[in-house]
């Protein structure tokens, strides 16, 4: 078989998947390529015109979110971080890092019936507090932790 042709059949087979889910309703159009992003909440610059933007007038904390991260990040390039919800029914986690340009770093839908629990990296201007924000039914909470950054590490 022709090289291009299998490229041609592959390509034309995977959209005609889409095309099919979508006609038979499995899918709403769109729902395949990309989701709909907040672009305000993602251009603030401070934690409470970030919870505005995210739909909230204000958290409250709770020991029920844990943050997991260093203390001390030798690299602010690259910040492993785990939040983890023990709020029922939690429905978004946000991550805010109060001393970057834009406060917003993430925020992840938690679809119902799965844990709620994120692990990413994000980057760090300075060292700064780090807000894990969960929405649950509709009401906002938080979780802070703050994170050192050092320059150059132990090598540097």
Same mark, same amino acid.
């Given at each position: 078989?022709?090289?291009?042709?299998?490229?041609?059949?592959?390509?034309?087979?995977?959209?005609?998947?889409?095309?099919?889910?979508?006609?038979?309703?499995?899918?709403?159009?769109?729902?395949?390529?990309?989701?709909?992003?907040?672009?305000?909440?993602?251009?603030?610059?401070?934690?409470?015109?970030?919870?505005?933007?995210?739909?909230?007038?204000?958290?409250?904390?709770?020991?029920?979110?844990?943050?997991?991260?260093?203390?001390?990040?030798?690299?602010?390039?690259?910040?492993?971080?785990?939040?983890?919800?023990?709020?029922?029914?939690?429905?978004?986690?946000?991550?805010?890092?109060?001393?970057?340009?834009?406060?917003?770093?993430?925020?992840?839908?938690?679809?119902?019936?799965?844990?709620?629990?994120?692990?990413?990296?994000?980057?760090?201007?300075?060292?700064?507090?780090? %807000?894990?924000?969960?929405?649950?039914?509709?009401? %906002?909470?938080?979780?802070?932790?703050?994170?050192?950054?050092?320059?150059?590490?132990?090598?540097?």
């Amino acid at each position: 078989m022709d090289i291009r042709r299998r490229g041609i059949l592959k390509a034309g087979g995977g959209t005609g998947v889409l095309a099919l889910a979508t006609a038979a309703g499995l899918l709403r159009p769109g729902a395949a390529f990309a989701q709909q992003w907040n672009k305000a909440a993602f251009e603030t610059k401070s934690v409470a015109d970030t919870l505005k933007a995210l739909g909230g007038s204000g958290s409250t904390e709770s020991a029920q979110i844990q943050i997991t991260a260093p203390d001390i990040a030798e690299n602010g390039a690259v910040v492993p971080l785990t939040i983890e919800s023990g709020i029922a029914r939690t429905q978004t986690i946000a991550i805010l890092i109060e001393k970057n340009p834009n406060t917003l770093s993430a925020n992840f839908e938690i679809p119902e019936g799965t844990d709620p629990f994120v692990t990413t990296r994000v980057k760090m201007a300075e060292t700064s507090n780090i %807000y894990a924000v969960v929405r649950a039914d509709g009401k %906002y909470f938080h979780a802070v932790k703050e994170i050192k950054v050092t320059l150059g590490g132990c090598g540097g």
